[in-house]
């Protein structure tokens, strides 16, 4: 199995509501790779707005990609049901859309395997 990291260094310091996300989703499902990314900016169509009383309320539009264990064995809808119950307070004060890929560490595998030989 792949070893795959918490956070990459690229990336820009995370928004209030991204860190409260990312430290939800790792004590439920201990996942070998998580990464958010605040996608808010690039929806022109909504008002620049804060929606909920916390800080970081103006993260409204997410993408998670989450590898954990724990989906071994669920299928793709009671994965996604299972993130947005964990997420259930999020949606309620402000988090508007999360956009998700959610992956075992064998589909993970699999599919960096199929990137790597699609590649050569």
């Known amino acids: 199995m792949t070893t795959l990291s918490f ?9 209030a ?5 990312r430290t ?15 996608e808010s900016g690039r ?28 989906f071994e064995g669920i299928g793709r809808v009671a994965r996604s049901r299972l993130v947005h119950e964990v997420l259930a307070d999020e949606f309620a004060n402000g988090l508007h859309a999360l956009k998700l890929k959610l992956q075992t560490p064998e ?7 199929a990137q790597e030989n699609q590649e050569n």
């Open 24 to 38: 939800l989703l790792t004590a439920q499902f201990n996942p070998q790779h998580i990464s958010l990314e605040d």
């Open 43 to 70: 929806h022109a169509h909504h008002q620049a707005t804060t929606r909920g009383p916390q800080q970081g309320a103006s993260e409204t539009h997410l993408h998670l990609h989450l590898v954990s264990a724990s």
């Open 17 to 21: 509501r991204v860190q409260r996300i």
């Open 7 to 15: 956070h990459e260094p690229h990336k820009k310091q995370e928004g």
């Open 107 to 113: 589909e993970y595998d699999q599919e960096e395997y």
